[in-house]
């Protein structure tokens, strides 16, 4: 019988995580204050942060010890498992070896739990009282809804407008773990009424949810501010995944020529290359390639400067590919990838040749969900479905060069919530957006300039 599952046992959940700062050719530029222009010290953060978030931010250790607290959680749905794709590579007819990681094995069903339970870990050890934060497609509100209940944080979630209509279940998830939902933008901030008063119908943005959660934590005391996302300390969490992913290949007696995951902020990304790219820097030939959506191309369209992470111009200015801080994507399904920007890391690693960038329209991502389900079984998120469509294009090639490649894709999430874009799909409903130039270029002209 072929071997379909690479299982490993609870014992084997990293007992720490990899900061990959520790080995990057060259470091991301710092933070710089919003106002100032100068760099960022622990003190501008700790407003919305709790410190033991902050010193990972800016740690350079190579190994960062994960709490036994944390460890005991993730043992609800750690390791996940790793599958042999035997079914999607017959239906391709490749030469290829498809594997990938299944992070939808988690309560809320994505990578997002791993860290939004030492978030809310850190934060109560903190004395926090409740966490506010954003969500786009739901997935990171759901998740950080999940380690509030967990750890005894209230939640409170500005969920993108357009995600808060096409996407009811996640909201109800969140609720169902106690949290509060507010559609983005809202009328509870500044921030919210200003876009408001601009564009009542506005879809929001991933960007405009972060300025209402920052302003909401800025201004309550016992409040702090938690990302689902972009930040190191996100990515650095997140390694988990790639870590659990080695020691299956070893089982596997395998090693990949390409990893493969979608990239909205870059934490699913970096958590699952980041350890073989540990190796890539130690001189080990492989491949990483990032797949973002046509309608938001932060990594092959976008600019690699500063540029904040939110629309309002509220969070530290950060070095990245970035479309805009005011940009709006078009409201595609994939709501996790509507982000304007990218992770300082996962940027200045695409910056430096260690990964490599490709987008992709929403109509053909939703065709090789379609043929991924139909051979694995699993209907995928539309986020994680990108990384799909990259996979089978690899696949493919292989196919085509008559070559026998090794690629693993890390499937970041399932969509059995999203299952309204599926219909649309099936429907003939979904259309592409055309790449937003104009819109681009005319953000692009408002980044701020450092001096
Ligand atoms: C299933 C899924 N995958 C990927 C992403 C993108 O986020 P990131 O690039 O941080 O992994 C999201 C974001 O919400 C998501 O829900």
Same mark, same amino acid.
């Not at 940027?347 to 090789?368: K, W």
């Given at each position: ?13 990293p007992?720490q995580w990899y900061n990959i700062m520790a080995d ?37 250790e190579r190994w960062i ?170 990515l650095l969490h997140q390694t988990v995944i790639g870590l659990?992913?080695k ?10 020529? *390409? $990893?493969?995951?979608?990239? !909205?902020? &870059?934490?699913?990304?970096g958590g699952?290359?980041f350890p073989f790219l540990y190796? #890539? /820097? ?124 090794? *690629? $693993?894709?890390?499937?970041? !999430?399932? &969509? ?12 003939? #409903? /979904? ?21």
């Amino acid at each position: 019988m072929k071997r379909t599952k690479i299982i490993l046992e609870e014992n084997d959940i990293p007992r720490q995580w990899y900061n990959i700062m520790a080995d990057m050719p060259t470091l991301p530029k710092p933070p710089l204050h919003p106002a100032t222009h100068k760099p960022v010290g622990p003190d501008d953060l700790a407003a919305i942060f709790p410190m033991a978030l902050i010193e990972q931010e800016v740690s350079q250790e190579r190994w960062i010890t994960i709490p036994k607290e944390v460890l005991d959680v993730y043992t609800l749905w750690r390791p996940s498992p790793l599958y042999r794709a035997h079914r999607l590579e017959k239906a391709l007819g490749t030469p290829a070896k498809i594997y990938y990681k299944y992070e939808g094995v988690s309560p809320s069903g994505s990578h997002k739990t791993n860290t939004s339970i030492p978030q809310a870990f850190y934060n109560k050890q903190a004395g926090i009282r409740r966490i506010a934060t954003e969500t786009g497609a739901g997935q990171w509100g759901a998740a950080i809804s999940l380690a509030g209940v967990f750890f005894g944080i209230e939640v409170t979630v500005y969920m993108v407008r357009v995600s808060y209509n096409q996407k009811p279940y996640r909201r109800i998830s969140m609720e169902t773990w106690g949290a509060s939902v507010h559609p983005s933008p809202s009328n509870l901030t500044n921030s919210g009424r200003a876009i408001l008063d601009k564009d009542p119908d506005s879809p929001g943005s991933l960007g405009i949810a972060i300025s209402e959660a920052v302003e909401d934590a800025a201004t309550h005391k016992d409040t702090n501010y938690a990302l689902g996302s972009v930040l190191n300390h996100v990515l650095l969490h997140q390694t988990v995944i790639g870590l659990e992913l080695k020691k299956q290949f070893e089982i596997a007696g395998d090693y990949p020529d *390409i $990893v493969i995951a979608c990239c !909205g902020g &870059g934490s699913n990304l970096g958590g699952v290359s980041f350890p073989f790219l540990y190796d #890539k /820097i130690h001189g080990k030939q492989l491949r990483v390639i990032a797949v973002e959506p046509e309608s938001c191309p932060t990594l092959t369209k976008g600019e690699f400067r500063y540029d904040f992470g939110d629309t309002a111009g509220l969070t530290p200015l950060l070095m990245m590919y970035t479309l805009g801080h005011d940009f709006v994507p078009p409201g595609i399904h994939a709501g996790g990838l509507r982000y304007h920007a990218d992770s300082s890391l996962v940027s200045q690693l695409t910056h430096d040749g260690l990964i490599e960038a490709r987008a992709y329209h929403q109509t053909e991502v939703f065709t090789a969900a379609l043929l991924f389900a139909k051979s694995e079984g699993i209907i995928p998120a539309p986020e994680s479905s990108h990384a799909i469509k990259c996979a089978i294009d690899e696949a493919l090639l292989a196919k085509e060069e008559g070559k026998e490649r090794t *690629i $693993v894709f890390n499937l970041s !999430g399932h &969509g059995y919530l999203d299952l309204t874009a599926y219909s649309d799909f099936i429907d003939g #409903k /979904i259309i592409d957006c055309a790449y937003p130039a104009d819109k681009i270029k005319d953000a692009l002209l408002r980044l701020p300039t450092i001096g």
